[in-house]
Each structure stands twice: as C-alpha cells, then as structure tokens.
C-alpha cells in the first residue's frame, strides 16, 4: 500500500543509520517529509541528499534541548507542521558490575536512554497541540521489559521510556495525541554489537552483524533474526490513520524473544557475542 503518508510530516531521531535511516527511507517511500536528525553532520547531508526533495538534515545532539528545540523549529518553519515524531536516538550503556559504575555513568545513560524522549516529547507538543493532534513514538526494548536483554542502565532508561509513554498518553489524549513505544529485540544493526563495533572496519562490522544474525535464526521462536524494516513498518503503522485508535501501547518486535530463552540460548550468549566480535 503506497502513499500511506502523503501530506505527512515527521521527525525521526538517530536517522543516519540502523533502524533510524531505514525508518526515514521508508517513510519517504510513502510519500511523507521527513527531517532526520543526529549528530553526525557529514553523514546526514550525504543521506538526505540521496533521499531527495522530502528529506532534509538538522545536526542534533538529543540530550541537548536547545538542539532538540531548534530540530522541532525546523520542521515546522520547513514544512509548517509535525504530524509525528520518532524518538529513535540511542546507544549501548555500559554493563559494568554496579559497585563499578560512577552516578555519571548513570546520569549519561538516563540522559541519553530517556532524557531525549522526554524533550523530544516537551518540544513537540505545543506544535501538535496547535494542529489538533499527531503521533509519538518512542523507540525502547524488550530491556525495558524484562531481565537479561541488556545492560541494567540501558534497561532502566528504556522501561523509563515505557512508563513515560503510558502516563503522558493519559495527559495528552484529550489534545488527539497520541504516544506509543516500539520495543524490537535483536535487531542486526552495527549498535547491536555494543561499543567494541565503534573501532571494526564497515567490513568487520557486517561479518560480526551477519554471524549474530544467523545465531538468532537458529534460536529465537520465529527463527528470523530483527531487521530495520520490521521496526520502519511498525513505525508507519503507529504514525498513520490507522492506529488512531491505539495509543498507550508498547508493541513488542521481538519474534517471540521475550516469551523466555532456553537454558542453552542463556549459558551461550556471552561466548556468542565474543566470537562474533572478535573472531
């Protein structure tokens, strides 16, 4: 079903890769207007210039208000409205033991995981309250969820997101807006490799990506590892018509991850990882 977007305008956060550029991608391929924001500049004038017309880059960092502010600013002035808004920016925390971590570790995580939902969400609703309405969807995890799919900082700031969506959903329903969570789970993007990727050629990265890919086929219920595209059209449904019904909720993207691993996917998963990275 093309043109599923026509007429729309949306933001998508962290949009120079992974699950952020091919959320954008596909909008676009519905017809919407999007501005994608993140940090790295060089890249996000190279990817909205291969996206055409539609797109446009803003450099953002989300933990930064007055970049999330000038990010919403830009949209509107660009295109006069903010029909829905991605809050997809994040990254790996790290898993240190917690007598380990410094409180700037937490608070780095807080601010990144959570605090930039937050102010994506506190600068874009005077602009969709204006317009009578739109749609927020948050990007969290099965982390937020339940135990074991993540670091403790990363699973606390994206159950923070989970809860955040919930409550607010109740304080902006009266204004049309509407706020939902996408948790994915073992999505193969480079971020799914956790901070040893940020040294690995593109090369290396793809071989550790495909490796970790073909381990989730073999051991997830629905023996298909995550891609971009199963949390690009789960994003479209949310910021179409046709979940204007739906808000409140945290859709789970997981193939059945969540519903329990066994007791070989537990005792395997660090060794997994390891090899994937370094082998």
């Known amino acids: 079903m093309a043109g ?23 909008f676009i391929e519905q017809g919407a207007k999007v501005l994608l924001a993140a940090r790295r500049e060089d890249k996000g004038n190279e990817l909205s210039k291969k996206l055409g017309a539609n ?26 409205r903010v029909d829905s808004l991605f809050n997809n920016a994040s990254s790996g925390s790290p898993g240190n033991p917690v007598d380990e971590l410094s409180f700037q570790d937490f608070q780095t995580a807080m601010d990144l995981q959570a605090g930039s939902v937050f102010l994506g969400i506190k600068h874009v609703v005077p ?17 937020g969820i339940g135990v074991g799919y993540g670091s403790m900082l990363y699973s606390a700031g994206k159950a ?41 050629s593109d090369e290396d990265t793809q071989r550790a990506v495909d490796r970790l890919a073909a381990v989730y086929d073999e051991q997830i219920p629905l023996r298909r590892a995550g891609t971009p595209d199963d949390i690009g059209h789960a994003a479209i449904f949310l910021a179409t018509n046709e979940s204007q019904h739906i808000t409140g909720e945290n859709m789970v993207v997981d193939a059945g991850t969540s519903l329990g691993r066994n007791k070989q996917y537990q005792a395997q998963w660090s060794s997994w990882r390891r090899e994937a990275l370094f082998e």
Not at 182 to 194: A, D, E, N, R
């Open 4 to 26: 599923r977007l026509e007429n729309h305008v949306a933001i998508i956060t962290g949009a120079t890769s992974g699950i952020g550029y091919r959320t954008a991608e596909m």
């Open 127 to 143: 602009v969709m309250k204006r317009q009578g309405g739109g749609s927020i969807i948050n990007n969290a995890s099965i982390a």
């Open 160 to 200: 923070a997101v989970i809860h955040m969506t919930r409550c607010l959903a109740i304080e902006l329903g009266e204004h049309r807006i509407r706020l939902n969570c996408i948790s994915p789970g073992g999505v193969m993007t480079p971020i799914f490799l956790g901070p040893a990727q940020e040294n690995m």
């Open 55 to 80: 797109a446009h880059f803003i450099r953002t960092d989300v933990t930064n208000e007055a970049d999330v502010e000038a990010m919403i600013a830009t949209a509107v002035d660009r295109w006069g």
